[in-house]
């Protein structure tokens, strides 16, 4: 196998497992906003809109930025 061929192989490999990474933790956010959307709903009932306050809005915000910092340090 020549140098070229060994290169091109690590940068396939290479963006390969990135666009996997990608793929996969734009599903699972999917998933868990589809999943928070829903048991917002159900805890809202079927008479009125969801309300979410500012406050919880933040809480919600703050706890989200925690979580995302957490896993990137893994």
């Keep these: 196998m020549s140098v070229e061929s060994k290169e ?7 963006g ?3 666009t996997k ?13 589809v ?4 048991l917002l709903i159900q805890r809202s009932g ?3 809109p969801p309300e979410v306050s ?3 809005g933040v809480k919600i915000g703050v ?5 995302m910092r957490n896993i990137a340090n893994l």
């Design 46 to 48: 079927d008479e009125k």
């Design 8 to 14: 091109s192989m690590e940068i396939t490999t290479t």
């Design 54 to 56: 500012l406050g919880e």
């Design 63 to 67: 706890w989200v930025m925690g979580l």
């Design 16 to 18: 390969n497992w990135k």
């Design 35 to 38: 999943t928070a959307a829903y």
């Design 21 to 33: 990474a990608l793929i996969i933790g734009g599903v699972a956010g999917a998933l868990v906003g």
